[in-house]
């Protein structure tokens, strides 16, 4: 097995700026801090992947830059100018939201990203790596064509699946979204494009709010192919275990995809600041076995993780870690932190968490291999 990796430096400047959410303001009485998603905790990840060793075992991609052409086969043309101009101001702009904000030469970081993740996806198309994972920053899945938001700026997960699409042969892709928060983004790209399956597991109704319910399942002839997982907060290792084998796996099986891209975020783990469900790197590494499973059953094992979210920088390097040692089939070193997190109350999968899941597993009758 040869697994690709996606790192760039660049990744970890990108300037979230100096409020802990939104820009600080004495007379709003928010003070500065380093913003929550301060990209330290994805170079971190980076440096626990060299420092374990299992960076030898892994085989670097190129990392390169989107362009505008690929990145306007997801984003309109207002929205990209809009972020090129602001990425020549002296102090940068926001991609959307007023809390996701970038420095000077954001546009840059972002295109960057946006190029890696194609970089990783036409690796493993082309078959020099076997499956692949892309240690991008900022984040992508909640960039709606329009605007971003959520912290990203440019959908990087759509904008490798629209290039699959267009430049590699590939028709049928499935889209696993296992951040905490809805991938709303990815959804409204693919809502009525009945060739990309979108699953979302996420924390109902977390961010953004009122968004991603059961019962939001694409529109005209994309019905039935977003498929939504929306789970109770509080939700540990063993109702994440059941999603994946009730509804992920089925799911895949049944649309017999070409291509499986993870939008790969860390932030559904117990320690972090910004959504409260409670699983550990056990259930990532459960996770990635169910696509690796799926991808081997009817994509000739074509995986691509794209990272998310994920917002403690203690956790989230070893949930990486872990991920990326499973996708390798290499063993590293242990979770340090798992026997706390996995020790706490609240693994066993709950009566109305399995309720959650049913109602999603109920849909997947709706999906084929077309
Ligand atoms: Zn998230």
New binding site residues.
């Given amino acids: 097995m040869t697994t690709g990796y996606v790192w760039h430096e660049l990744f970890g400047w990108h300037d979230t700026g100096s409020g802990p959410l939104f820009p600080a303001d004495p007379a709003a009485g928010i003070q500065p801090l380093a913003h929550l998603a301060h990209p330290d905790t994805k170079r971190r990840m980076h440096e626990l992947i060299a420092v374990s060793g299992l960076l030898d075992h892994l085989t670097r991609i190129p990392t390169r830059v989107a362009t505008e052409a690929e990145i306007l086969r997801v984003h309109t043309p207002e929205h990209v100018e809009r972020i090129q101009r602001e990425s020549g101001l002296p102090k940068g702009g926001d991609a959307g939201d007023g809390f996701s904000p970038f420095g000077k030469g954001g546009y840059d970081i972002a295109a960057l990203a946006a190029g890696s993740a194609i970089a990783m996806v036409e690796a493993v198309a082309g078959r020099s790596v076997d499956n692949g994972y892309a240690l991008v920053n900022p984040?992508g899945?909640?960039a709606l064509p329009g605007t971003g938001m959520?912290?990203c700026i440019f959908n990087n997960v759509a904008v490798a699946v629209r290039h699959a699409q267009a430049e590699l042969g590939i028709r049928r892709v499935a889209v696993v979204d296992w951040?905490?928060?809805h991938g709303n983004g990815t959804q409204a790209a693919f809502a009525d494009d009945p060739t990309v399956l979108t699953i979302s597991l996420?924390q109902d109704n977390?961010?953004p709010p009122d968004s991603g319910p059961v019962t939001d399942r694409g529109r005209g002839a994309g019905t039935g192919y977003d498929l939504n997982i929306p789970m109770p907060p509080g939700t540990g290792d063993g109702g994440y275990r059941y999603a994946a084998e009730a509804v992920i796996a089925p799911a895949l099986e049944a649309f017999r995809p070409e291509l499986i891209v993870v939008a790969s975020?860390f932030?559904a783990n117990g320690m972090d600041p910004?959504?409260r469900q409670l699983i550990s790197s056990r259930a990532f590494v459960h996770l990635t076995e169910t696509v690796m499973a799926a991808a081997d059953s009817s994509a000739g094992g074509r995986l691509v993780l794209v990272q998310?979210?994920?917002?403690s920088p203690v956790y989230v390097p070893f949930c990486g870690l872990l991920t990326i040692a499973t996708l390798a089939g290499v063993p590293v070193l242990e979770d340090p932190i798992l026997p706390i997190i996995a020790g706490q109350a609240g693994h066993e999968l709950e009566p109305h968490q399995k309720d959650a899941v049913d109602r999603a597993a109920a849909l997947v009758t709706d999906i084929t291999a077309g």
Avoid: I, N, S
């Fill in positions: 984040p899945h909640h959520g912290f951040d905490v928060h996420h977390c961010f975020g932030d910004l959504a998310e979210g994920g917002y």
